[in-house]
């Protein structure tokens, strides 16, 4: 819904640009490729960003069925680690190697 309304917002920007304002061609043409730029990299990092939250939340799935996970090289799992959800991360529990260790779930594969 918030891409409807960026899109009506950019095309009365483009009216008002077309319609009032006294700047040639060109730098209507220059003013609107900035804005697609900035656009289209806003559309994009929202994408990388859905992405990311999607893997992490896979992985905290994973461990949650009680399989192992990876993360920065570390095989992560329930009998090991402990998860924390308020910051999605894994801490290392008492009496095992990985004793309070924290590892982020965003660095999961």
Do not use: W
């Not at 006294?22 to 994009?44: C, R, T």
């Not at 994973?62 to 959800?85: E, F, H, M, P, R």
């Amino acid at each position: 819904m918030a891409y409807i309304y960026g899109l009506i917002i950019v095309t009365l920007l483009f009216a008002a640009l077309h319609y009032f304002t006294e700047l040639d061609k060109f730098q209507k043409l220059l003013i609107g490729a900035v804005l697609l730029v900035i656009i289209l990299g806003a559309v994009a990092y929202n994408q990388y960003n859905k992405m990311q939250r999607e893997k992490m939340l896979n992985a905290i799935i994973k461990y949650k069925q009680g399989k192992t996970i990876t993360c920065n090289g570390v095989d992560v799992n329930a009998s090991i680690y402990s998860l924390s959800i308020g910051t999605y991360t894994f801490i290392g529990k008492k009496n095992t190697p990985h004793y309070a260790e924290m590892i982020s779930a965003s660095d999961c594969e």
